[in-house]
């Protein structure tokens, strides 16, 4: 259902109007320098130049109902103005409420509905990226600031050279030097003997599986009505949008997020196990199981027996098919 950009990544949902993705895809192509923090490079200017325009031309082509559930449309203030007023946080808040209002009371599933709900929700993902977005170059403590990465590339700890920017542990000058900017600790490639780190070999040969996971969590976290995780399989799906209601995860929980898809793929919580639980949530016991999902009741008996409990699911009733 989504265009994946290529690296960080602002998600442009299919059905998308075109002047707003293809601002979007420009948009991404020049935000390098560009963040929430940076004074030369506001991030909200960039919005200014290229989002509001496409936002506008937009909203010129709507039935006046639609433009209410547009911040700052049909009333002269533009989408980048909005930003201003309310902060990135705000704003990801007052697109889901506007968004909601449209669904609960307008949609009525035509082409024109269902190409603004896209437009709409690859708005929020702009807005939440540029949340997101780091300084391409940043001061920290007299090292590179270029370095600095934020997360550790396979969890949501901080990389070591973050950790030591927010003031965490004291370092020689030497040591600072050999602090990674793309790894915790517990992940960095190499121990402090020179041997390899098994940990990092291991998550290294799992990291497509974690980002896999880390993009199905976020995006059905920042639209927890609905099944949104796009894997293409509705029991999966299921599994993903119930697990998160039992949470109080937020889109801007992002180091929990990336925990919890670390801990997935440690786990090896494969889409198949993720089926077996959503099934098992309807009560099915596992000779039902088995048949339904074409294998043998030994293979749903093993995969249920290597589950952590941590991720089962709250029983619910069996669906009528």
């Known amino acids: 259902m989504v265009d994946m950009k290529k690296r960080s990544t602002i998600t442009v949902w299919e059905g998308c109007d075109p002047t707003i993705a293809d601002a979007i895809k420009q948009f991404e192509n020049r935000w390098e320098s560009y963040s929430e923090s940076a004074k030369r490079y ?85 807005v939440w990226a540029c949340k997101r977005k780091q300084p391409a170059k940043r001061d920290v403590r007299g090292l590179n600031g270029q370095r600095l ?28 030097l050999r602090l990674s900017n793309l790894y915790c600790a517990v992940h960095r490639p190499k121990l402090p003997d020179g041997e390899w780190n098994p940990a990092y070999r291991k998550a290294k040969r799992s990291v497509a599986q974690f980002d896999l996971e880390l993009t199905r969590l976020s995006r059905q976290c920042a639209a927890r009505g609905t099944p949104q995780a796009q894997s293409g399989e509705e029991l999966v799906d299921g599994y993903i949008l119930h697990y998160i209601l039992g949470k109080t995860l937020q889109p801007g929980d992002e180091a929990e997020l990336r925990d919890l898809a670390r801990l997935m793929v440690d786990s090896r919580l494969s889409d198949r196990k993720k089926q077996i639980l959503m099934l098992q949530r309807f009560d099915f016991n ?9 294998i043998e009741r030994q293979a749903v008996s093993k995969a249920i027996a290597s589950i952590p409990e941590i991720f089962r699911l709250t029983p619910s009733k069996k669906p009528n098919a």
């Not at 070591?160 to 004291?170: H, K, T």
């Not at 596992?286 to 074409?294: F, K, M, T, V, Y």
């Open 286 to 294: 596992q000779s039902a199981i088995a048949r339904r999902l074409g």
């Open 42 to 126: 506001p991030i909200v200017r960039l919005i200014e130049e290229l989002i509001d325009p496409a936002v506008a031309a937009y909203s010129a082509t709507l039935p006046s109902r639609y433009l209410g559930h547009i911040p700052g449309a049909g009333t002269g203030v533009a989408f980048s103005e909005v930003v201003r007023l309310v902060g990135f946080d705000a704003m990801v808040r007052l697109q889901r409420q506007l968004l909601r209002a449209f669904i609960l009371t307008e949609n009525q599933q035509s082409k024109r509905d269902q190409r603004f709900i896209a437009t709409l929700e690859t708005l929020i993902e702009l």
């Open 149 to 176: 990465k934020g997360f550790c590339r396979f969890c949501g700890t901080l990389a070591e050279l973050s950790s030591f920017a927010d003031g965490e542990g004291q370092r020689g000058t030497e040591d600072k």
